[in-house]
């Protein structure tokens, strides 16, 4: 029993170290793009429809943990001087070590099975992207752009549900890449605002760090801007209807709220709006394109 519970609670840690939770933001943006590649899995035999879903759900957690947990090791350093940061777990020695990098191999090997098991170019793939998945942690080193590197790592997850699907690339999910890219870059700035003064001290480049506090949140407002067009366009190019069009209204109240009405700057209250808002507008994407297909859209358009 006490071995069973020191297993559950190890499993808890690692589950809190890559924030499993945060998952949500690009899982449904991923399971979107893989209806609309699918069909709606039309036709398709339910035990092949049942292996490929759990294989991308499978590919999505291992390469978030892959991400994740690197990246706690990578800045493992970083955050033991930052006071926000210092109660992480390598710093604060919850895990060792020896612990996440195993954690990282183990989810590394997954990732690219998985994905060898679903098409033979998402396994060609696999291991590039994985690599590419791991470089973001080391942007902050050297450049400001790295939260919009961060949104396109985060953003790859429609573009490989689509080639895990149809094993080969299209238009629409680079689409989606870009939507993600500019949502999860615009947020980051703002969730960076709260390492402002030591990202500056300790030579990081952010956007906060770089412009200020002010101009940061005004840069963050101009990408979610751009990402809002971008959804205007896409629903345009596509012809999505009416479900695209009623997402897209409560995109804009969502980024409207973040930006214009949400005045509070204490950490957990941005927290809580930071996680809540990327999970309505992920859902809010996936609930688009699942509509979408069962109202008929045409998918051989979407090259």
């Known amino acids: 029993m006490g071995r069973g519970l020191l297993v559950l609670k190890k499993i808890l840690e690692f589950g809190h170290l890559v924030r499993f939770s945060h998952s949500l933001f690009a899982m449904p943006f991923a399971i979107g793009s893989m209806w609309v590649a699918a069909r709606g899995f039309h036709g398709m035999d ?5 292996r490929i879903i759990a294989l991308i759900v499978g590919c999505m957690v291992t390469a978030r943990n892959s991400a994740m947990s690197f990246n706690r090791i990578a800045d493992a350093d970083i955050d ?34 998985f994905a060898a098991l679903l098409q033979p170019l998402a396994g060609l793939l696999a291991l590039p992207v994985w690599l590419l998945l791991l470089s973001y942690s080391y942007w902050k080193r050297f450049s400001w752009l790295c939260h919009w590197f961060l949104g396109f790592a ?14 080969e690339f299209a238009l629409f999910p680079f689409f989606l890449l870009v939507i993600l890219m500019l949502w999860m870059g615009g947020f980051d700035i703002i969730y960076a605002t709260q390492d402002e003064e030591i990202d500056r001290a300790m030579g990081l480049h952010s956007v ?35 479900p695209w069009w009623v997402v897209t209204g409560l995109m804009t109240a969502a980024v409207l709220y973040i930006h214009l009405f949400r005045k509070s700057d204490d950490l957990d209250a941005m927290n809580r709006d930071f996680f809540l808002a990327n999970v309505a507008i992920s859902v809010l994407v996936m609930a688009g394109l699942i509509v979408w297909i069962c109202m008929g859209g045409n998918v051989d358009a979407l090259y």
Do not use: D, Y
Request: contains cysteine; aromatic residues 10%.
């Open 154 to 167: 985060i953003g790859m997850s429609p573009l490989g549900a689509w080639i895990a699907i149809r094993g």
């Open 208 to 242: 906060p760090a770089r412009f200020g506090r002010r101009r940061a949140l005004q840069i963050a407002f101009w990408s979610h801007m751009a990402m809002l067009v971008l959804c205007v366009v896409f629903g345009l190019f596509w012809n999505m209807g009416v």
């Open 46 to 50: 339910a035990v092949e429809a049942v």
């Open 80 to 113: 033991a001087k930052n006071p926000r940061t210092a109660k992480r777990h390598l710093p604060a020695g919850r895990l060792s070590k020896a612990s996440v990098i195993a954690f990282l191999v183990v989810n590394g090997i997954l990732f690219v099975t």
